[in-house]
């Protein structure tokens, strides 16, 4: 039965920092990507930052140069390295792995990170 399995989450104080760490078991097929989204009260899901290898990664406009996304290929795991935190950076994060076929993408159940002092 596949999973994706999220930690992490927590309370930080503006400026603080926090690790998300995931890992996806289970599926059958190649993971081709892994990522992060989020989802703040009120608000769509968006995407955070996204990696297919080291060396291909995509990140969003509001993050880029304050956190870092990391994967190991062979264990199916990703993580998120969040420095110098804002409050706008509070929303439910979830992690993803993307595959090519049917069901195309596999969620886990989110974890809270709260920025607030």
């Known amino acids: 039965q596949a999973q994706v399995l999220e930690s992490g989450g927590g309370l930080v104080q503006p400026g603080g920092s926090l690790r998300l760490s995931c890992a996806a078991s289970?599926?059958?097929?190649?993971?081709?990507?892994m990522g992060w989204y989020r989802q703040a009260p009120g608000k769509q899901r968006e995407l955070v930052a996204t990696?297919?290898?080291?060396?291909?990664?995509n990140y969003a406009d509001s993050v880029k140069g304050r956190f870092t996304i990391s994967r190991d290929n062979a264990k199916n795991t990703v993580n998120l390295q969040m420095n110098n935190l804002k409050p706008e950076d509070t929303a439910v994060y979830y992690c993803?792995?993307?595959?090519?076929?049917?069901?195309?993408?596999?969620w886990g159940q989110g974890t809270q990170v709260t920025v607030s002092s």
């Open positions: 993803n792995a993307r595959v090519a076929v049917s069901p195309f993408d596999y």
């Open positions: 289970g599926i059958i097929f190649r993971v081709n990507a």
């Open positions: 990696i297919i290898t080291p060396g291909i990664t």
